[in-house]
């Protein structure tokens, strides 16, 4: 288990994370310490703890958002997949109806030819 500290509102925590992780939470510590210095200018010495609390939920409100965002975007993708696999039934189906007119096309040419194959020539004098 690594060991890394990060700063947050001028304040060094030790924490422990795996191995290979500690870049990670290093950025991800410098990203809600932006959230503590924002509110802290915002609001002044309010306390750390509410201050925390305070990040933290706007932290949540910003996940909740994307949350959302994802699922409206999972709905997207699936309703092109259900689009996309209506048109490839679509498609095929008209292959289809183009196969059995072109089977029946040469049907009717191969019956021509054999018509015009079994007239009898005419005499020339």
């Known amino acids: ?3 890394v500290t990060v700063m947050i509102d001028g304040k060094a925590y030790r924490m422990a994370c795996e191995a290979g992780q500690e870049d990670h939470l290093t950025d991800l ?3 809600f310490d932006r959230y503590v210095g924002h509110l802290k200018s915002q ?3 309010i306390g750390d703890l509410r201050l925390t609390v305070m990040a ?3 932290v949540m409100d ?3 958002e994307l949350n ?3 699922e409206r975007l999972e709905g997207e ?3 092109l997949s259900r689009n996309r696999d209506g048109m490839a039934e679509h498609k095929a189906k008209s292959d289809e109806i183009v196969a059995v007119a072109i089977g029946d096309l040469a049907d009717r040419l191969n019956g021509i030819t054999e018509k015009l194959l079994a007239r ?3 005499a020339t004098h």
């Open 1 to 3: 288990m690594a060991q």
């Open 29 to 31: 510590a410098t990203r």
């Open 43 to 45: 609001f002044g010495e």
């Open 56 to 58: 933290g939920i706007m």
């Open 62 to 64: 910003e996940l909740s």
């Open 68 to 70: 959302r965002k994802i």
């Open 77 to 79: 993708v699936a309703s």
């Open 120 to 122: 009898p020539k005419p």
